[in-house]
């Protein structure tokens, strides 16, 4: 959970691999280096604690080169510190290494053939680029051979690396598994990075890298040979995306950015998906793959889950087939019985997430039929399933996904109108998604607007507690658990999000004086139900909020949502819920982009 860079063949290296890093930080962002050779004889590393800007900080004019590396960390082997940073050097400081995720037997492999080398660091990548060393030294192997040596003997779930020889300074190396890592050809040189946001700026065509290859790039040529030696010739894919939309503009966080964006994505998507009468326009065969399952599998992992738990409710709803949704990383190791004739949807913002990527590996294996939903063209779970529909919502940067949420529910609900419509269901039939989603996206839209009344709110409720409950039942149930994510991420109040209903059977013991209880109330049938259950809370004490659907609303409800269908509240209601949790770390002073511990790709188990 790393990012990468590398450049080859451009006086600008050292802009560029910065630059580069600062889109990475998404995936890591507790320490950072860089590594350029002029090809004169020149060459510097630079590393820090910290964010990027320390690293920009620490990088003073004389350091410059054409060919280089770059990383930015989330560590996984050993604390952070600078010695941990990347790139890693062989003693004798002719091999830089970046590393992204982990190696499983690195202790046996330094205790197997390092027992006599000095160590800096306690990461598994210095055992890699001192193994690289060790075999050039001693089998007289080049750079190339050292590497693939090295690779054979290494186990792990995923990983992905960049290596710089100094005696071929003008030479990237790379190879990965599992892990993302594109290929960027530019007009006389090369670029390397984790994700293609990286180097928008340089070029908008990219290489894509299969497991087990080796690629060696220099400014004028990449060499692809796949795992049995053989040179792969393989075409670049365009990235059709503006370097503009990484950038956050005039606001003061991505996060505020990401959410004001969300009206947009529904209409996006409704272009995108929707004729111009609303019917669906999915492809024939994911269709007819999925009326032939007998149970949908949702996977998925955090707010991909949460968005999972809605589309069940829609799945059952508009198609009548039993969906069941699972946490991925359980699901990995813990399978549940199946069905006779499964059929998997993976929910993944990033399309890289490594516990849901484990599921789809079992899956494939399995020969189930699979979608995958997701953000990004491209990417692993998107290559690995049979299908894939992309959710168009454009970058995602904030650490805490919020448009990203709302897209896969609302791709849920064409998907699912789509599927029932293809199984004749009068509830599909009956459902005007196209102005479903008009009206959502106008709903966002007068959300949005009211910012000043949920900073209130959040002042009011949560900057003062270290704890909150969300609670509602059915999907409001689903919403609460998603509320409490994301108000836990970036602003670190405990929070619950809880089935209103089952608080008494023990939880409403933490209810005390002035804890903020935030009920969603958007259901017909079980509104009454959430009210009560409200009223429990407020009899030991609770300060209570409601976010209340507007034909449900009565006198003294706190938040009003325009009435959408109920399948559909989902979208309104958790937009406060995005604004109270970045309200409550804005102010508290906190980074809402990059809360402490967490990173926007999960590329580990
Ligand atoms: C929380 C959040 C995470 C992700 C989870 C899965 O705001 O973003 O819970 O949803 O790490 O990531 P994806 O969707 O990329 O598979």
């Not at 958790?574 to 982009?593: E, F, I, R």
């Amino acid at each position: 959970m790393c990012g990468i860079v590398g450049v080859t063949g451009n006086d600008n290296a050292v802009k560029i691999l910065l630059n580069g890093l600062e889109k990475l930080e998404y995936r890591g962002y507790d320490s950072a280096g860089i590594y350029v050779n002029d090809q004169k004889g020149q060459d510097y590393l630079v590393k820090t604690k910290g964010r990027i800007s320390e690293l920009r900080s620490k990088v003073t004019p004389d350091v410059h080169g054409s060919t280089g590396i770059g990383h930015t960390r989330w560590a996984t082997h050993g604390v952070v510190s600078v010695a941990n940073a990347h790139p890693h050097f062989s003693n004798d400081d002719r091999f830089y290494l970046v590393h992204n995720g982990v190696i499983d037997n690195f202790q046996e492999l330094k205790a197997k053939y390092l027992s006599d080398v000095p160590f800096r660091s306690q990461t598994d990548t210095e055992v890699v680029v001192q193994l690289i060393d060790k075999f050039a030294i001693e089998d007289n192997l080049d750079a190339k051979a050292a590497f693939l040596k090295t690779l054979s003997l290494l186990k792990g779930s995923s990983y992905a690396f960049l290596m710089m020889d100094r005696e071929q300074p003008d030479t990237l190396f790379v190879a990965k598994n599992k892990s993302p890592l594109l290929i960027g050809v530019g007009d006389g040189f090369n670029v390397v990075c984790s994700d293609a946001l990286a180097m928008l700026k340089e070029t908008h065509n990219f290489l894509e890298l299969m497991d087990g290859e080796v690629v060696t790039i220099t400014p004028d040529k990449v060499a692809i040979q796949d795992a049995d030696g053989n040179a792969v010739e393989r075409k670049p894919f365009h990235v059709d995306m503006n370097a503009d939309e990484t950038d956050k503009g005039t606001y003061p966080f991505y996060m505020l950015k990401e959410v004001d964006e969300q009206p947009n994505v529904m209409r996006k998507l409704a272009q995108t998906y929707l004729s111009e009468h609303g019917e669906p326009q999915i492809d024939d065969k994911l269709i007819a793959a999925m009326e032939a399952a007998d149970r949908l599998y949702i996977v998925g992992a955090g707010t991909s889950y949460h968005a999972g738990l809605v589309g069940k409710r829609l799945f059952e709803n508009l198609a009548h087939i039993p969906t069941e949704v699972h946490v991925s990383s359980e699901f990995a190791y813990e399978q549940p019985m199946l069905s006779k004739k499964p059929f998997f949807i993976f929910l993944t913002q990033s399309g890289e997430t490594a516990d849901s990527r484990e599921v789809l590996v079992n899956v494939n294996d399995a020969g189930y039929p699979s979608l995958t939903i997701t953000n990004v063209q491209n990417s692993t779970l998107s290559r690995e399933a049979t299908y894939t529909l992309l959710l168009h919502a454009g970058p995602e940067i904030a650490v805490a996904s919020t448009k990203a949420y709302t897209a896969q529910i609302a791709l849920e609900a064409i998907l699912a109108k789509a599927l029932g419509e293809a199984t004749g269901q009068i509830v599909a039939q009956n459902f005007n998604i196209r102005q479903q989603l008009g009206l959502v996206a106008t709903g966002m839209q007068a959300i949005v607007d009211e910012k000043d009344t949920l900073e209130q709110l959040s002042n009011d409720y949560l900057m003062k507690s270290n704890k909150a409950f969300y609670i509602g039942r059915g999907i409001d149930h689903a919403v609460s658990l998603e509320a409490a994510l994301k108000l836990k991420e970036i602003s670190y109040v405990q929070a619950e999000g809880f089935a209103s209903g089952e608080l008494k059977h023990g939880t409403i013991a933490l209810i005390e004086k002035g804890t903020p209880v935030i009920g969603f109330i958007t259901q017909a049938k079980t509104a009454g139900l959430t009210r009560s259950n409200l009223q429990e809370t407020m009899a030991r004490g609770a300060k209570t909020l409601t976010i209340v659907r507007e034909s449900l609303a009565i006198e003294g409800d706190n938040l009003i949502l325009p009435d959408v269908d109920e399948m559909l509240m989902p979208l309104l209601s958790v937009v406060p819920a995005q604004l109270l949790a970045y309200y409550t770390s804005l102010n508290k002073g906190l980074d809402v982009d990059k809360p402490r511990n967490l990173a926007k790709s999960v590329t580990v188990e």
